[in-house]
């Protein structure tokens, strides 16, 4: 088989969560370009429309405005892919939020907040668009879920951002039991740990780029086709026979620290 249909994504539904910001956008424009069919979604609606105008230049984009830190929300946005697409070939669950106090002051708010939109939701997304992916997934093609994890699910983050860790690092555990379960399904279930990506979400931290980049393994952060090679690679042919993994993309962040 020739690279260009290994790695080839052409004419495969996808959907992306937080898809129009930081890594979600990278991922999506990432697909895009490589001619899968993407549905993004966000709460910000104006933010929502405007990246995904922006992104239908590279190819089908739509946005569909949902609060996926609601059960309600997830239920909603589900039944509204299901009503336009008989199958789904690619879920990135990649929405996500995070929270930091001291330990002290740590409020229970802080801890629902990012544990039902990092996990829960994904979660119930994945069981509630379990039926298309049933139908597009063959055995030597299957349906994909890419849970968007973290290196602080990993290693110590060095930030009190505790739901936030305990919440990637129970995604990682849930992609693999979630693998396992639905691989008679013909659904692989894979994760990406990402490093440090320059996001909304990591903009405190990225007043000093370029020192921080130096202080990677690989002296830079991580730049779009990065995380976009690695769903790419799990989303193609390439990755059919893999399922239940972790995929670290760090610039060498994990190894170094442990």
């Not at 691989?183 to 279930?189: E, G, K, L, S």
Request: hydrophobic residues 45%; contains cysteine; glycine residues 10%.
């Amino acid at each position: 088989m020739k690279i260009e249909q290994l790695f080839s994504v052409s004419g495969k539904v996808a959907v992306v969560t937080g898809g129009s910001r930081g890594i979600g956008e990278m991922i999506t424009r990432g697909l895009l370009e490589n001619g899968a069919r993407v549905y993004i979604t966000a709460r910000k609606e104006d933010e929502l429309k405007a990246a995904a105008e922006a992104m239908s230049e590279l190819g089908e984009c739509i946005a569909i405005r949902a609060d996926l830190s609601t059960n309600e929300g997830v239920n909603t946005f589900a039944a509204e892919i299901r009503e336009r697409e008989s199958k789904v070939d690619i879920l990135v669950n990649n929405a996500g939020a995070s929270w930091g106090a001291p330990i002290d002051e740590f409020p229970e708010s802080g801890w629902d907040k990012v544990m039902d939109l990092n996990l829960k939701s994904l979660f119930f997304l994945t069981q509630q668009l379990l039926e298309p992916m049933r139908a597009a997934g063959t055995d030597e093609d299957p349906a994909r879920v890419i849970n968007i994890a973290s290196v602080n699910g990993i290693t110590h983050p060095k930030m009190q951002t505790y739901s936030y860790s305990s919440s990637k690092a129970a995604v990682i555990h849930l992609t693999r039991h979630l693998a396992a379960d639905l691989a008679p399904d013909r659904i692989t279930v894979n994760a990406i740990a990402p490093g440090f990506f320059p996001s909304k979400m990591t903009a405190f931290l990225l007043d000093h780029e370029k020192e921080m980049g130096k202080g990677m393994p690989l002296r830079r952060l991580g730049g779009p086709e990065d995380i976009a090679g690695a769903v790419i690679y799990l989303s193609s042919r390439a990755g059919a026979w893999v399922t239940g993994d972790t995929i670290v993309v760090d610039g060498g962040f994990v190894a170094r620290a442990g």
